[in-house]
């Protein structure tokens, strides 16, 4: 009896260890939950700001207008994200975002290498923004998934819309892109080409002129 008693005990203990460790992978996966919710929650209030910046460095009026309805876009999607953390009984509160912050910065430089008011830096705009819906993209992938699996479906629902959205907006700036900014951003590469050989040439039938008198 004493045996058994004792194994019986071993496996009272083994149980209570096993669902100790379920309690703390389930709030290890919570925690988790959270600390991605703080990320985004921050790199899109990043990005909200930025947004002006980009727009007022646009060439055409139609990327104007994507920027304008993206920062409109992100003001929504700020405010799905403080309902999911009052969902979850969480505090909304942003956490930095190193991988926000470097997108925003390679922008800024994107913007000072480029000419103003030309469509390569149109062109340029674009391809920093697409980096930065992806970099959303996946992160809201992920959060619905973990959202679904914690079973909080509201919330997933939620961040499904943003999702959904950010990839709306990354299909229309390449829709952009390849309608029309990235073939006029090439046509003026090689206007640049030629008028530089044109000066040259210009240049160097002045100095023959010079040499011949």
């Known amino acids: 009896m004493a ?12 149980n209570g260890n096993s669902n100790g460790k379920e309690v703390s992978k389930e709030s290890l996966l919570k925690k988790f939950f959270e600390d991605q919710l703080k990320d985004i929650y921050y790199a899109e ?3 909200f700001k930025a947004l002006d910046e980009m727009k007022a460095a646009c060439t055409t009026e139609e990327l104007e207008d994507a920027f304008d309805h993206h920062k409109k876009q992100t003001e929504r999607h700020i405010k799905r ?10 505090e909304a509160q942003g956490k930095k975002c190193e991988a926000m912050d470097g997108l925003i910065r390679e922008t800024k430089t994107i ?6 008011h030309s469509m390569t830096r149109d062109a340029a705009l674009i391809i920093a923004a697409q980096k930065a819906e992806h970099y959303e993209i996946a ?9 679904i699996t914690m079973g909080k479906h509201r919330a997933a629902d939620l961040l499904d819309k943003t999702l959904r959205e950010e990839e709306d907006t990354d ?27 044109s000066a040259g040439k210009t ?3 002045t100095e023959m002129s010079m040499q011949e008198q």
């Open 3 to 14: 045996i058994k008693n004792s194994g019986n005990k071993n496996q009272s203990s083994s």
């Open 45 to 47: 209030q990043q990005m």
């Open 81 to 90: 994200l403080e309902k999911v953390f009052e969902m979850i009984g969480t």
């Open 111 to 116: 913007i000072n290498e480029t000419q103003a």
């Open 139 to 147: 992160t809201y992938g992920g959060l619905v998934q973990l959202a």
């Open 171 to 197: 299909k229309l700036l390449t829709e952009i892109a390849e309608s029309k900014i990235n073939f006029e951003a090439e046509e003026e590469e090689g206007n640049s080409e030629a008028k530089w050989r």
């Open 203 to 205: 240049y160097e039938m």
